[in-house]
């Protein structure tokens, strides 16, 4: 990605050609890549873990980043809008099940107390309590409108939600990979959450598709990490 002449004007209108489009193509493409790797991985160890919910993530951030590239194909409209709003529900409902995941990942590591009963209460609580309070604070009657970034035609939210749920997944899956880079000397997990946050500040870029790059690495270091801890407890 270069900023150069496949750059250009932030709007409908602008009359160049965008590259955003592309990115969410690409993107797509490769989250169904990362869908059939991660089946691979549940079949060489267990359907029956916690660690598939992984799985449903990726289900989810496909998509996502589907109706971002054909946004402008499908047109401004009652379709789009349904399908845009399905976008926000299922970021409610599926991304606080990477707190379970992270939770996962210290099992795996080996962490002693994270196997008591009463974390695992604790931390079902709290994946259910940011699912709920993201659909109280964003979800539930959500009112959207068309708007058009770096060519891509997608319906946002009216209005501004403090990022209560995302706030809380980050320092979980940072803190949980720090234990795991320490236990299990893998340090992929934190690079993975750490270029999540760093590359939607990448402004040298004119581009609105950082946060779903981010979003992409992130996965692909929690695939990995996935696989790497499934090698370890079979080998």
């Known amino acids: 990605m270069a900023q150069f002449s496949l750059i250009g004007d932030n709007s409908k209108e602008g009359g160049q050609w965008i590259m955003d489009p592309i990115i969410y193509v690409l993107l797509t493409i490769a989250y169904v890549i990362l869908f059939l790797l991660g089946i691979r991985t549940a079949m060489q160890h267990s359907w029956y873990s916690i660690g598939n919910i ?11 980043n589907g109706i971002l590239a054909l946004g402008k194909y499908i047109g401004e409209g009652e379709l789009l809008r349904g399908l845009n709003e399905a976008r926000y529900w ?7 099940l990477l707190i379970l995941l992270a939770w996962h990942f210290l ?14 209460g604790l ?15 964003v979800t539930w009657d959500i009112t959207l409108k068309p708007t058009w970034v770096y060519d891509v035609l997608s319906y946002k939210k009216v209005g501004d939600a403090y990022p209560i749920m995302i706030i809380g997944v980050s320092i979980t899956l940072l803190i949980t990979s720090i234990l795991v880079w320490w236990k299990q000397k893998w340090p992929w997990y934190f690079t993975g959450v750490l270029l999540m946050g760093i590359v939607p500040m990448i402004h040298i870029f004119h581009t609105g598709a950082l946060s779903n790059i981010g979003e992409f690495i992130l ?7 996935r696989a790497y801890q499934g090698k370890r407890k079979n080998s």
């Open 90 to 96: 299922l970021h409610a409902l599926v991304t606080p």
């Open 123 to 137: 931390v079902l609580a709290f994946t259910l309590g940011l699912i709920i309070i993201e659909i109280i604070t």
């Open 54 to 64: 992984l799985l449903i993530v990726i289900l989810a951030l496909t998509y996502d």
């Open 107 to 120: 099992i795996n590591a080996n962490v002693q107390w994270a196997k008591r009963k009463l974390v695992l």
């Open 219 to 225: 996965i692909v270091a929690l695939l990995t990490t």
